[in-house]
């Protein structure tokens, strides 16, 4: 399913603040990765593109997320590639409060250089936050379990070494 970029008005944003994120904010946090190549045939010199999601129910208090690559020899070491990601969390000052809430699509898109070993990303707790306007709360749908306007939550795109060196990945 495909979210458009959703526009929050300062009334659904104190309703998120008083409804939604105290019926969340004392589970435990717990979560899962779900990595998905966009295709499964790929050949050496081509791209590898990697759509990741993360799956799970509460809030973390500080978030990363390391991917590291089975061999740096696999991947070309001219162009290592990119992660793309569009989700963060903003604080809006409403009835002398700070309130929270995720923000995500692409006017929110970021980008980070990989290298030959993998990446370390800050997850924003935008990631794990509630989709606002989501009715069911007694299993809320998380911002990072998505996309928003046709972006996957984090995306990496690879570019193979033409030929491999095998005899290093034995």
Known sequence: MNYPDTILTDDDIIEYNREVLPRVKNI?????IVARARSHNIKGGENIDIDIYLTGQGIPNANKLV?????PDVIDDSRPGVATYCIGEVTKKLNGKDMAVPVAGRNYIAHQELD???IVLHLSRG?????PKYKNLDMPLI???RCHSGYHPISISLKLCVKPNLAIMR
């Open 28 to 32: 435990e946090p717990i979560y899962s």
């Open 67 to 71: 991917l590291l690559w089975s061999s």
């Open 116 to 118: 030959l070993n993998g």
């Open 143 to 145: 911002v990072g379990e």
């Open 127 to 131: 990631y794990f936050l509630p989709v």
